[in-house]
Each structure stands twice: as structure tokens, then as C-alpha cells.
């Protein structure tokens, strides 16, 4: 799979090569003790073919800066080309439609830290269509897994497309590993989101949705978005540990990092594992 050729230059240079996302994250569970919060975040969303023009003296790459973004964080986690890597993975899962553009949506490093509990890798093809989508999952454990999502037949990603897949890598201590993963897709021309269903054997358990409006990276952008969140990354796990005592002293269901195997009821109530799922998932990688 190759990547954007020469004559797509012209399109490119009205393209800026990294866009600030700032928005909130929101998060919802709905039994058996309702809990929802909402957080303000920034994310940065780069070409992957251009992000050595991205290096300046306040937005790193592979260095440390005010804000930074590092190869070996994601992906392979071995500093190697992150678009050379993702476009790997897409021809080996059959989906050479995503012969386009690539674009890496993440928490940068913060004053050199960071912490994605997910990033998104959005693979377009070469008129702008969405193709594909890599989400890339972490929990606090050190733990990783990404999960690589396509319509039927490799169809464009629309608004309406559900992306469908079992839920794999263990997250939280308050949910089994069990049932799926509906992802929803929104973009325009000056906003993104992406929203998460979480349904485990009972039926639907976490939404969760990110997004908000998409400016240019600029020096001018990123300083504002710093003086906002300063501590936006260090915020993140500070957050999660919050949220999780909140959900403990609520005394929901707690299954520790070593939850039992999935409950029997699993196959046929998870939408995912249900036998019509309406995308393909292909696994990419686990820790």
C-alpha cells in the first residue's frame, strides 16, 4: 500500500499538517449505579507523512518540548515510521481501499508525559473517505490493545456506520472482559467525534463519547490550549483514579485487574459477537 503520491502536493499544501482538537470527553455508565462525568481535553491529529514538519521549538517529535508527540509511544512502540506501520497493517487486513491520507488523533506529551487510554489512527482514501479506523486501547496496567475496524466490504465510514468488535484487552476493574465495542464516526470540516458503546452480556453498560472543534496546530493554538490544561495529561490518570473511587463508594461490581472469564451469556447478547456484526475487526497487536 503506498502512501499519498505527488500530484495529491496541491490538496496537501491547503492541508494544515497537524489539527488541535479541543473538546470534552464524556463518559457514562448506566447501571447498576448510574455515574457520568464530563472532562474538558485537547488532542493533537497529525499526518503521519508529514510529521517531521511538525518539529519546532515548542511541538516536539521524538524530543522533548512543550508539547510532543513520540513514534515509540504508538504503534509498534519501536520509533520506527508510524505511517509505514499502519499502512503494513491495513494490507494485511485486506482493506486497500485506505490508500489515502493518515492521521494520528492522540494526547500529545505534556511537558513531556502522556497517557492515551485511547488514540484513534483515521485512515482515509485518496478523495478524503474514511476507510478505516484503528483504535488503540491502554489501561493503567500497562497493558495494549488495538483494534482495527472497517464497514462491510470496506465501505466509506459514514456517520451512521457502526464499527463492531469483542472486547479483548481487560480496562476496568469494574467490568468483565466481555461483550463488545460499537464505535461511531462524526467529522466536518471544523469538528470530529467518536463514540464508544460498551455493551456487556446484559446489554448496554458505558457510553462514552469524545470530540469537539478542529483548528490548526499553531504556536498561537497549542499555547492556548497549554494555558488552559496545563496539566491535562498528569489530569488524565489523576481522573480515572478519581472517578474509580467514586465508582467504588457507590459500591458497584468491582472484579479487580484479574476479572473471572466472561459470563456464558456473553455470545448471544453481544452485539459484536452476535454473528451480523455490520464491520470487520481485525486485531492488531496486544501486551
Not at 497493517?89 to 485511547?118: C, D, H, K, M, T
Request: net charge positive; aromatic share 10%; with cysteine.
Amino acid at each position: 500500500m503506498k502512501p499519498p503520491s505527488d500530484s495529491d502536493s496541491d490538496i496537501a499544501a491547503s492541508i494544515p499538517a497537524a489539527w488541535l482538537l479541543t473538546g470534552k470527553v464524556m463518559h457514562e455508565r448506566l447501571r447498576p449505579k448510574h455515574h457520568r462525568f464530563t472532562y474538558p481535553v485537547f488532542y493533537v491529529r497529525c499526518d503521519l507523512d508529514r510529521l517531521a514538519s511538525l518539529d519546532s521549538g515548542w511541538f516536539g517529535i521524538d524530543r522533548w518540548r512543550p508539547l510532543s508527540l513520540y513514534r515509540r509511544d504508538h504503534g509498534p512502540r519501536d520509533g520506527r515510521e508510524l505511517a509505514t506501520w499502519m499502512r503494513e497493517q491495513l494490507s494485511a487486513a485486506g482493506v486497500e481501499e485506505a490508500n489515502g491520507r493518515i492521521w494520528l488523533q492522540a494526547f500529545p506529551r505534556v511537558f513531556g508525559y502522556a497517557f492515551n487510554p485511547v488514540s484513534f489512527w483515521f485512515c482515509h482514501d485518496r478523495d478524503g473517505r474514511l476507510r478505516a479506523l484503528l483504535a488503540e486501547v491502554r489501561n493503567t496496567f500497562g497493558e495494549r490493545h488495538s483494534y482495527l475496524l472497517s464497514a462491510n466490504g470496506n465501505a466509506p465510514i459514514a456517520a451512521n456506520t457502526r464499527l463492531m468488535c469483542r472486547k479483548v484487552l481487560h480496562v476496568s476493574p469494574f467490568c468483565r472482559v466481555e461483550g463488545g465495542y460499537t464505535f461511531r464516526v462524526r467529522e466536518a470540516s471544523n469538528s470530529a467525534s467518536v463514540s464508544i458503546d460498551y455493551h456487556d452480556a446484559d446489554g448496554l453498560l458505558i457510553r462514552t463519547a469524545l470530540g469537539g472543534r478542529l483548528t490548526p496546530l499553531t504556536r498561537a493554538s497549542a499555547l492556548a490550549a497549554l494555558l488552559r490544561q496545563p496539566l491535562l495529561t498528569v489530569g488524565v490518570v489523576a481522573r480515572i483514579h478519581w472517578q474509580a473511587l467514586r465508582l467504588a463508594l457507590k459500591k458497584a461490581p468491582f472484579h479487580g485487574k484479574h476479572p473471572a472469564p466472561a459470563r456464558t451469556g456473553d455470545a448471544p447478547t453481544d452485539h459484536a459477537a452476535a454473528g451480523r456484526p455490520s464491520a470487520a475487526a481485525r486485531p492488531i497487536s496486544s501486551d
